[in-house]
């Protein structure tokens, strides 16, 4: 859940930035971090790279988050959480 939360804020920062940019990836890591999500174990796809007014754009992210039941097993589930949102900037 908080991993979707801060897919939909990235995909907002990144409609105002006019797509990828290093100051939404610091802003994404940001955010994961808060919600005691680890960045560095975390993927992140912004497509299209640029955009332009209204032009839409996603940004995805994917995780695996570790699942162990002692004595039983351990495993990881893959989470993906992915938003849409429009370009801001008139270019």
Same mark, same amino acid.
């Given at each position: 859940m908080a991993q979707d939360a801060a897919t939909v804020q990235a995909a907002r920062y990144a409609g105002e930035l006019g797509g990828d940019a290093p100051e939404l990836r610091r802003f994404l890591a940001d955010e994961l971090r808060a919600a005691g999500i680890d960045p560095a174990r975390v993927s992140v796809d912004v497509a299209p790279s640029r955009v332009g007014w209204r032009e839409p754009i996603r940004v995805s #992210? @994917? @995780? +695996?988050?570790? #699942? @162990?039941? &002692?004595?039983l097993f +351990?495993?990881? #589930? &893959?989470?993906?959480s992915s938003a849409i949102s429009r370009g801001e900037v008139n270019r």
């Open positions: #992210v @994917s @995780s +695996a988050y570790p #699942v @162990s039941i &002692p004595f +351990a495993t990881t #589930v &893959p989470l993906r």
